[in-house]
Nanobody, 129 residues
Framework: QVQLVESGGGSVQAGGSLTLSCEAS????????MGWFRQRPGNEREFVAS????????????SVKGRVTISRENARDNTKSTVYLRMTTLKLEDTALYYC??????????????????WGQGIQVTVSS
């Protein structure tokens, strides 16, 4: 079973930047696609971005395309993988609880969320004016 631990959240002013990190350990995380979802206040959780296990393929939600970059590092000994979400030109509407996810399939946007293999606990990002 893959365990996911997010970090890097916090408060930032509109127009600013923030990078979220998610460390995956346990299970066969080195072969897992990974990604980010978010739940904005009063809304359902939605897809943000995902990346395949090699890092060679990425996908983004239209709402963040051009402002967000997903990347990953896989440790050579396969003890852990880390996925990053670099967010720039942040908007008030980017305020949300961000969740890291991992699954054996790619792309994550095609997955029914309840069927995704593993989730992080969520980390808050707050954008203020």
């Amino acid at each position: 079973q893959v365990q996911l631990v997010e970090s890097g959240g916090g408060s930032v002013q509109a127009g600013g930047s923030l990078t979220l990190s998610c460390e995956a350990s346990g299970g066969d995380h080195s072969r897992s696609s990974m990604g980010w979802f978010r739940q904005r206040p009063g809304n359902e959780r939605e897809f943000v971005a995902s990346i395949n296990f090699s890092g060679g393929n990425t996908e983004y939600a239209d709402s963040v395309k051009g402002r967000v970059t997903i990347s990953r590092e896989n440790a050579r000994d396969n003890t852990k993988s880390t996925v990053y979400l670099r967010m720039t030109t942040l908007k008030l509407e980017d305020t949300a609880l961000y969740y890291c996810a991992a699954d054996s399939l790619y792309p994550l946007s095609w997955k029914v969320q309840r069927s995704i293999d593993a989730w992080g606990q969520g980390i808050q990002v707050t954008v203020s004016s």
